[in-house]
Nanobody, 113 residues
């Protein structure tokens, strides 16, 4: 059974930082690309960042330079370090196995102004 469990969300002031974690199980994590998405209230779910098997990364323009995606294959975990947070970053953040339709349940990030 594939499971993706996010953690690390919370309430933070504008300009602050958070680190999200997503721990995977049920598949060979180390050979698949992973991604983080987010969905703000009333909006569609958007791709935030991706990381390939070799560690290559890509970011949406809105977070480039502020967020960093990384992975620890020994821990089956993908991270999203979020710095210089803005109120518009408020959303539920989801982890996804990019090649398959498996999602975590999400973790809420709220950035106050």
């Amino acid at each position: 059974q594939v499971l993706l469990v996010e953690s690390g969300g919370g309430l933070v002031q504008s300009g602050g930082s958070l680190r999200l974690s997503c721990t995977a199980s049920g598949f060979n994590f180390g050979v698949w690309a992973m991604g983080w998405y987010r969905q703000a209230p009333g909006k569609q779910r958007d791709l935030v960042a991706t990381i390939g098997v070799g560690g290559n990364t890509d970011y949406s323009q809105s977070v480039k330079g502020r967020f960093t995606i990384s992975r620890d294959n020994a821990e089956n975990t993908v991270y999203l370090q979020m710095n210089s947070l803005k109120p518009e970053d408020t959303a539920v953040y989801y982890c996804k196995w990019l090649s398959k339709n498996y999602w975590g349940k999400g973790t809420l990030v709220t950035v106050s102004s």
